[in-house]
């Protein structure tokens, strides 16, 4: 069952500009992670922050986890044009041991204008 | 590098047709998924397997079967394909380690069912 909704839907930025994506959710997690996908491919694993964590950073990217208000946030900066992509976060139920994977929200489509 | 390849990236069956959609990782993962993928609805869970023979449904798995014989390959089955079964179908896969799961997906499958 859905549990993520990100926030926009739809984001249009220009190139340089940053570019934040936000998340809610609505039970308890053990980890809450964001995928990218490219226009008709697969999903690519972007980056996770466990339950128990705040603010993580990956190279151009920074993720917030507020478990007191069941949200995330995406902050990717510096945009460029190979950030056009949809944006997915997906949670994973901590009663599931890791074995009955994740639910994924509906995505934020980003486009970056050149 | 996880790989994760689908059979076809494009195909058309026609209604009532029996469909395999094969996926295969090389990366000896226990876990594997069915996803569906629609605009507006995001990913949904058909069926997942975390080891051989086993499967497990997920969120929406009427009109699906899957078959797991052995570790690599996973496979879906639409036993009469219907129109409402044109979709995007992704494959994944992912190896549970301290209760965290991240997933490596294929390429996609897009199905169109006339």
């Known amino acids: 069952s859905q549990q993520g909704e990100e926030d926009p839907q739809a984001l249009s930025i220009q190139e340089g500009e940053n570019a934040t994506m936000n998340c809610s959710y609505k039970?308890?997690?053990?980890?809450l992670q964001w995928y990218r996908q490219n226009s008709g491919r697969g999903l690519v694993h972007l980056i996770l922050?466990?339950?128990?964590?705040r603010e993580k950073h990956s190279g151009r990217l920074r993720v917030t986890l507020d478990t007191s208000k069941k949200s995330s946030s995406l902050l990717i900066t510096a945009s460029r044009a190979a950030d056009t992509a949809s944006y997915f976060c997906?949670?994973?139920?901590?009663?599931?041991?890791?074995?009955?994977?994740?639910?994924f929200g509906k995505g934020t489509h980003l486009i970056i204008q050149p | 590098d996880v790989k994760v390849t689908q059979s076809s990236r494009y195909l058309v069956k026609r209604t009532g047709e029996k469909v395999f959609l094969e996926c295969v990782q090389d990366?000896?993962?226990?876990?594997m998924f069915w996803y569906r993928q629609d605009p507006g609805l995001g990913l949904r869970l058909i069926y997942f397997?975390?080891?051989?023979?086993?499967?497990e449904k997920g969120d929406i798995p009427e009109g699906y079967s899957v078959s797991r014989e052995k570790k690599e390959r996973f496979s879906l089955i639409l036993e009469s394909a219907s129109t409402n079964q044109t979709s995007m179908y992704l494959c994944?896969?992912?190896?549970?380690?301290?209760?965290?799961?991240?997933?490596?997906f294929g390429p996609g499958t897009r199905l169109l069912v006339l």
């Open positions: 994944a896969s992912s190896r549970p380690g301290q209760g965290i799961e991240t997933q490596y």
């Open positions: 039970t308890s997690i053990n980890n």
């Open positions: 922050i466990r339950s128990n964590e």
């Open positions: 997906a949670t994973q139920d901590p009663s599931g041991g890791g074995a009955d994977g994740l639910t």
């Open positions: 990366m000896d993962h226990e876990n």
């Open positions: 397997s975390y080891d051989v023979k086993m499967k």
